[in-house]
């Protein structure tokens, strides 16, 4: 079964990229024997295979270790972009509120409930759009409010 853990791709890209276990726990904000760990567990999860070379004074990458950066970065960058993409959807999914009414609810109803609204949502941008009813249930359906 593969246990390979994200936070062990990054730890082996952030030593290979450093050349340095003490640098690359400074990066990750973590001790150098926690670094150690997860290098050693990617190692052991890949089968026991080292990727790293190292002595007290370098870091360097072996055979098996260089033909693994390029995907381990890989891998990295589609998920920071996912995480990316995902928070900004989440944020223009929740930034904006449409709402299609009649002129008496939009003038009468609708302004003390948005007040309301905002202060449960700081930030959320509310429009109204003064509408017939058979307008604003096209609306609707047409997926614009």
Do not use: C, W
């Amino acid at each position: 079964m593969l246990d390979v853990k994200f936070g062990h791709l990054e730890s082996f890209v952030a030593v290979a990229q450093l050349g340095s276990f003490t640098q690359a726990a400074k990066v990750l904000n973590i001790s150098q024997p926690a670094l150690t760990v997860q290098i050693n567990h990617l190692e052991a999860s890949l089968g026991d295979v080292r990727l790293l070379e190292r002595n007290t004074r370098s870091v360097r990458l072996t055979k098996a270790g260089k033909e693994m950066l390029p995907a381990a970065q890989r891998i990295i960058r589609d998920m920071e972009r996912l995480v990316s993409d995902t928070k900004k959807v989440s944020r223009e999914r929740e930034s904006v509120v449409k709402i299609a009414a009649i002129s008496s609810v939009a003038v009468a109803v609708l302004p003390p409930a948005i007040a309301s609204f905002q202060e449960l949502h700081p930030g959320t941008y509310v429009q109204v759009t003064d509408a017939f009813s058979d307008q604003a249930l096209e609306l609707v359906r047409e997926g614009k409010v």
